[in-house]
């Protein structure tokens, strides 16, 4: 366990939305990157949230590696679709404008798609999907990713964690919220695994010679994720399909980087990361209502089913996160003492200082940060 | 290892198209029907081809619960989208009929999505993708079916293999063509190890009380098979997830059956199958060609990666399934002694006698049927 201080959610918001602001970005747009960052913290991804404003978004936008007053330009337009060049904007910023034209144009043709390339890192692709639940709309969104995963056979990082996110309503249950990495765990989850001395579970990474390993410094040291499935005999090549349709949907349909060509956060050239979105109004199948009744059908199969011993709950996608976010909202969000002390250090080099209230102290499990 | 005998691909298309007009199919549909089951056994998942042909297909006609003349029928319509009602008709028929209109509506709004409610087991979930290609589109196709995975948590069998398609087309490369159930394997193959006397791999599925088993009678014998992914220590909820998500799409958006209400085949009642269909121009997003070449500079990175060790090739998803492809349409298809003998008597039965000529005797491993 490690300590952890509690901050009340509005106050850390307006913390990003100051630092962003000094970073350049204009106030409309530092609002909508904070909440985006946000969001994934109040959900429990605090792999994608605010631990992140100074060692990706606040460090690119520092070196001029990403440019704050971007807009996302038309390459190509059909009733049903468009292609959005991103001009190396803020991932989140390009990201939102893309869903929202994207449910724009579903709602006159039924469904629509839209891929951005030249964009940068846009927080958590559950976000963008849940966009669409507000207008009875389905929502899916994918992007790629810097290389971290081997592919079956291979040894090599070729391939992003690339996540599929899909969001669909229902009418008195939770919406359904699938928002998965298509590797097994995330990159950081093996480095909590390291700092802590303990070894990996089997099946999750390889090393350097692309052998299933439980060393975390190997993984670490020239080794790469397993994608979903891991080795062969449990069907690790069904994830590294999962993982190349996102690339190819996200990276190569939209013209961005793909591959092992996706820039890494650290290298000093434009990250051109590219996504995917996509919008279908439910109306355009179905009765709204019966299909949220439906859903409501199906989720009471599954969480009245009898438990597996040793077990008393089955989820559906999305449900742990709303509690916790409803949770997190009433009694602030936990932050571990080396990310305050990170963020502390952040807002003191650019003039913006960390001099947040803080709500109190936990312990909390590093293990359990990302996902 | 077990007998097997081979045949000409063309006698044991015509075959199939005697043994269904002979049940009422009309010629046309007989073809079609064949050639998607042809399809199966070409790209070597044999699980989903002949083999079915009376057990599944022949069995239902004969009793009446698939409608041999049936027509998809319009339910909604949005430029961009059709709702379908299959009307009980044969899987292959309906289903091709909806990827054929999905392909249409591409044509003019740049991207569409189709779904079917009422239909029935449509065989492989690639084939529909496939037709995708040769319009310049990258085609999706999922479909439901009857339960036989248990939730993260759950023992019970409350959602199908549900699997997911997608094909896209290279340059110079086979195109991209994933087509992967959820499960990790299909219960056929837990059949397979039961009947060979051989224990399962652990994380494949697990036993009546929900926890993981190597025993294959376990499995049979009220069990159920792990989602991708297997057990939560390897994220077996994104396999889960990714099943809910196909029966989302294919059962409640289209209004047909979902989760553990979609019919067994044995059951004396309509199935209720449900399909979903994607079609997307590649101009909508980007020029064709620079989109293909891409496709082939990305599989060359991979193929042309450092391999593990203790391997020597790194596969893209479709491409061994068309290597097979091309061999058993020049050398013959190969069919277990068993299924030769159950087509023989299903054929005697109905008087379409199966009196092909054998290209000769092969051993085959049962385990490499199916996916």
Redesign the interface.
């Known amino acids: 366990m490690a300590k952890a201080f509690v901050f009340n959610a509005q106050d850390l918001f307006d913390f990003m939305v100051r630092f962003f602001m000094k970073l350049g970005v204009p106030k409309d747009r530092a609002k909508i990157t904070a909440e985006i960052l946000q969001s994934a913290d109040l959900r429990g991804v605090s792999s994608h949230g605010i631990i992140r404003l100074q060692t990706y978004y606040g460090s690119r936008l520092q070196k001029g590696l990403i440019n704050p007053l971007a807009n996302n330009e038309i390459i190509?337009e059909?009733?049903?679709?468009i292609?959005l060049d991103g001009n190396n904007g803020l991932g989140q910023v390009s990201g939102k404008d893309a869903m929202l034209r994207c449910i724009e144009k579903a709602k006159?043709?039924?469904?629509?798609?839209v891929?951005v390339r030249n964009s940068n890192h846009y927080g958590i692709a559950g976000y963008y999907a849940m966009m669409a639940l507000e207008h009875e709309m389905?929502g899916i969104s994918f992007t790629n990713a810097q290389p971290l995963v081997?592919?079956?056979?291979?040894?090599?990082r070729?391939l992003g964690t690339n996540p599929?996110a899909?969001a669909?309503p229902a009418f008195s249950e939770k919406p359904?919220v699938?928002d998965?990495a298509t590797s097994?765990?995330p990159i950081g989850k093996v480095t909590v695994f390291d700092k802590a001395g303990d070894q990996l579970?089997e099946?999750?990474a390889?090393d350097s010679?692309?052998?299933s390993t439980t060393d975390p410094k190997s993984v670490l040291n020239g080794g790469a994720l397993f994608p979903?499935?891991?080795p062969e005999?449990?069907?690790g090549?069904?994830?590294?399909?999962?993982a190349?349709?996102v690339?190819?949907?996200s990276?190569?349909?939209?013209?961005a980087a793909?591959?092992?060509n996706v820039a890494n956060p650290g290298n000093l050239a434009n990250a051109n990361v590219g996504h995917f979105f996509a919008a279908?109004?439910?109306?355009?199948?179905?009765d709204p209502n019966?299909?949220k009744q439906?859903?409501d059908?199906?989720f009471q199969?599954?969480k009245t089913?009898?438990?597996?011993?040793g077990?008393d709950?089955?989820?559906?996608?999305g449900e742990k996160e709303f509690e916790l976010s409803d949770k997190y909202i009433k009694d602030g969000i936990p932050l571990l003492e080396q990310v305050v002390k990170s963020l502390q250090s952040a807002g003191e080099a650019i003039g913006v200082p960390f001099d947040l209230h803080t709500l109190g102290e936990k312990d909390l499990d590093p293990a359990h940060a990302g996902n």
Do not use: C
């Open positions: 190509r059909t009733p049903a679709s292609a006159t043709s039924g469904v629509a798609m891929t389905i081997a592919p079956t056979f291979g040894k090599n070729l599929i899909v669909a359904f699938l998965m097994i765990v579970p099946g999750w390889v010679d692309g052998k979903l499935g891991g005999i449990l069907r090549y069904k994830g590294y399909g999962l190349l349709w690339d190819i949907f990276g190569i349909l939209s013209g793909f591959g092992k279908m109004r439910l109306d355009a199948f179905r019966e299909f439906d859903m059908a199906l199969q599954l089913a009898e438990k597996a011993v077990h709950r089955i989820y559906i996608h």
